[in-house]
Each structure stands twice: as C-alpha cells, then as structure tokens.
C-alpha cells in the first residue's frame, strides 16, 4: 500500500520560511517522480515543483527562486525548503508520486501552510 506522508505546514510571518517533508512507503521511491502541488481556496490545485528520480527540478515561476525541492532518495522522502513566503503561496500543500505508468499516481493528504502577519 502506497502511502505519503506530509509534514512542517504551519503558520509564518510574511517574509519567513517552512521546510514541507514528504515520506513515503510502498513504493520503490528512486524511480518516481515526486511533486509537490498546493490549492488555495476557490483555486485548482496547481503545480509548484517536480523532481525526477534523477534529481532534474522544474518549478513554477511564482516560486522561483525562493523555494528549492530535493529528495533523499536514501530515505524515501522529498523535501521543499520554502523561503520569503508571501501570503500568496496560503494553500494547502500536497506531495504527489508518479512513474509515468498508467494510473501510478499517488497523492499524499495535504499540510496546510498559511502566511499571515
């Protein structure tokens, strides 16, 4: 049974930092893509940063530059370091694995983040 665990949402200051970690199971983890997504209310869950099993990052343009994700392929778990945090990046988080094979595709439950003075 597939499993991802998120943890490390919480509330920040404008202007401050949270590191989200994402541990997961039953997978063979070095060979997924691991994401991480987040949905603000009233919006579509969106894309904020991918890295591939062979730690190729893509991100949003919106975090560019101030959040960095990463993996620790010896632990199972992804990382995402979030800095300078605006009150726009509110959302909940969610850790997505993926293979790219169909229907392999896994979602964790969410860890809010709110950034508000």
């Known amino acids: 049974q597939v499993q991802l665990v998120e943890s490390g949402g919480g509330l920040v200051q404008p202007g401050g930092s949270l590191r989200l970690s994402c541990a997961a199971s039953g997978i063979i983890f070095r060979i997924y893509a691991m994401g991480w997504y987040r949905q603000a209310p009233g919006n579509q869950r969106e894309l904020v940063t991918a890295i591939t099993g062979a730690g190729t990052t893509n991100y949003a343009d919106s975090v560019k530059g101030r959040f960095t994700i990463s993996r620790d392929n010896a632990k199972n778990t992804v990382y995402l370091q979030m800095n300078s945090l605006k009150p726009e990046d509110t959302a909940v988080y969610f850790c997505?694995?993926?293979?790219?094979?169909?229907?392999?595709?896994?979602w964790g439950q969410g860890t809010q983040v709110t950034v508000s003075s």
């Open positions: 997505n694995a993926k293979s790219g094979y169909p229907n392999d595709d896994h």
